[in-house]
């Protein structure tokens, strides 16, 4: 079973940028999508963002287009998450997992997630 590690949250006033990295075990991270998500407080997971296995095809939420750039590193089985130009409204927990809205299959065990805490 693959494990996912997600790292590089922190607490940034607004207008600033952090990057996530996604760390995955396993051999398959190269063989699949994967995607990023997040969850604030009292509200659902939704979706952020979504890499094809080999990269070459991105999704975003709208409420993040243009802002964040999904990536990946398959030799080093991460992907990553540069946030730019953040919000209050982007103060949330992130998650990366399978995009199963976007390309089926199942989900991971979910990790612990990375907090992203944006002061206005």
């Known amino acids: 079973q693959v494990q996912l590690v997600e790292s590089g949250g922190g607490l940034v006033q607004a207008g600033g940028s952090l990057r996530l990295s996604c760390a995955a075990s396993?051999?398959?991270?190269?063989?699949?999508?994967m995607g990023w998500f997040r969850q604030a407080p009292g509200k659902e997971r939704e979706f952020v963002a979504a890499?094809?296995?080999?990269?070459?095809?991105?999704y975003y939420a709208d409420s993040v287009k243009g802002r964040f750039t999904i990536s990946r590193d398959n030799a080093k089985n991460t992907m990553y998450l540069q946030m730019n130009r953040l919000k209050s409204e982007d103060t949330a927990v992130y998650y990366c997992?399978?995009?199963?809205?976007?390309?089926?299959?199942?989900?991971?065990?979910w990790g612990q997630g990375t907090q992203v805490t944006v002061s206005s």
């Open positions: 890499i094809s296995k080999n990269g070459d095809t991105t």
């Open positions: 997992n399978v995009p199963v809205e976007y390309y089926g299959g199942n989900y991971y065990d």
């Open positions: 396993g051999r398959t991270f190269s063989r699949k999508a």
